[in-house]
């Protein structure tokens, strides 16, 4: 069983940035894919980014690339989401997710993610 802590949001200007956090506990956190999705008041939880359990593969949805970085320190049972040129519309609440996912093709799905945490929110003002 693992348990995922997120930290690090908060209220922050367009153009600003931010770093997500997420800890884990209670499992061999190095054998899992870690994913971050966001939800968006009204709308679906979308897939955003997600990095290899062993850090060497990552994935970013389109709305997000080049302007997020994700990664993980495996010693510390932390991932990470570097946000940088934050937009309005990158308003959500922000999960992480962990999976025993052995494709990057399988990242974007949620239902591959069997652990989630409690979810963090970021405010982008205009």
């Known amino acids: 069983q693992v348990q995922l802590v997120e930290s690090g949001g908060g209220l922050v200007q367009a153009g600003g940035s931010l770093r997500l956090s997420c800890a884990a506990s209670?499992?061999?956190?190095?054998?899992?894919?870690m994913g971050w999705f966001r939800q968006a008041p009204g709308k679906e939880r979308d897939f955003v980014a997600a990095?290899?359990?062993?850090?060497?593969?990552?994935s970013f949805a389109g709305s997000v690339k080049g302007r997020f970085t994700i990664s993980r320190d495996n010693a510390k049972n932390t991932v990470y989401l570097q946000m940088n040129s934050l937009k309005p519309e990158d308003t959500a609440v922000y999960y992480c997710?962990?999976?025993?996912?052995?494709?990057?093709?399988?990242?974007?799905?949620?239902?591959?993610?069997?652990?989630w945490g409690q979810g963090t929110q970021v405010t982008v003002s205009s």
């Open positions: 990095i290899s359990w062993r850090g060497g593969t990552t």
């Open positions: 209670g499992g061999a956190f190095s054998r899992y894919s």
């Open positions: 997710a962990a999976g025993l996912l052995y494709s990057s093709s399988s990242y974007a799905r949620k239902n591959e993610y069997g652990y």
